[in-house]
Structures are given as structure tokens and as C-alpha cells.
């Protein structure tokens, strides 16, 4: 399948899910990443999500890792560039809805991508050798490539399923590992 049905597919199939059903995914999926990755004394880059497009809710994953002595960086975005701009997280940054819907940092520190251990990446769909079907923009795949070749890349997806993508383009940055609600993929 091409990315442009694929992307027509599951957003089509996320925008189905109640919001019992949304709750009930992010929390198994903060469960999944939290028996599976230790994420104590590491830089973690967690994406904000877009409640309109029924996007994971790692909110609680936050929490749990400013608990083991890990740091957050959350994303602002750039739409005239298409770049993300990683801030350090505390609770004193002001947050604010861009015009596109992402919660995003309005102060605070930046944070080189180099920086990085874990980088959270929002999808759509996976395919079997790691590479994501993500809104098309090329944000995540830029941001990507800014980080240094230890950083782990963590995908989360909604459903369990993985797809076939005819059309994978040569910048596209797979990722390390899949975390969906039943199970974790490693590529």
C-alpha cells in the first residue's frame, strides 16, 4: 500500500476510537514502555498530543519518569520550515495550542537533539522493518536525523497491526522499536 492511503486508512480507523477506548490504549501503552525501557537518569523527547487527531496520551508517562530521576523534553514545532525544536520540561513552562493543535512550550531551555536518549514518535502506521507512516511533513524524519546514533527511536501506534509500505523514500529514518498496546516490536 502507498503512504497516502495508508495515512487516509488509520487516520480514518483512530478518529473511530471513543475516548474510553483512546484512555484504555495510551495507559497500556505507558505500561508496555515502562516493563520494557528504563528511562531513569535519561533525556526523553515525549510529544504532546493533538487531541483532535485522538493522538496517544503519554502524560502519565512524564510523570513516571521525572519519578526515576529521568528529564523530559517536549516539541515545538516550526510549519514554515517543518523542523521541531526540543525544550527542557519542567513545570514552570508555559504551554500554549498552536495554530496546527499541538501543545507546545511558549519558554524555556532548548535542548540539542544530540542530547537525546529516547526519542517518542508519534505514527499512523509501521511497517515490518521499522519505518512509520507519520502525518507527511517530514517533521520527525529532520528531527531524527539530528540526533546522535545512540539515541533510541520508540514508535507508539494505536493498533497492534503492521502494514506494507510500497513507497519508502530514501530519508525516511525507521525506528528502533514499535510499542502498541499489546505488544513491543524491536526492528
Known sequence: M???FIRKRYKLKRLELSPKKLNDISLKI???????????EKLINIFLPI?????????????????????????????KNHSITPYLYSTKIKLEISDFGVPEPSNGTVISPKEID????P??????????????KGFYDAFLA????????????????LVHIDNVEEHDIPIH????????YHF
Open 123 to 136: 505514527l499512523l502506521a509501521c511497517d515490518k522493518n521499522g519505518y512509520r507512516i507519520g502525518y507527511g
Open 118 to 121: 529516547y526519542v517518542i514518535v
Open 146 to 161: 539530528q540526533c546522535n546514533e545512540n539515541t533510541t527511536f520508540i514508535g507508539v501506534n494505536h493498533f497492534n497491526d
Open 30 to 40: 505507558i505500561d508496555q514502555m515502562n516493563d520494557t525501557f528504563d528511562f531513569s
Open 2 to 4: 502507498n503512504k497516502a
Open 51 to 79: 487531541e483532535k487527531f485522538n493522538e496517544i496520551d503519554l502524560t502519565l508517562l512524564i510523570d513516571h519518569t521525572l519519578n526515576k530521576e529521568g528529564l523530559i523534553c517536549i516539541n515545538k514545532t516550526d510549519f
Open 177 to 184: 522499536y514499535l510499542v502498541t498496546p499489546e505488544k513491543v
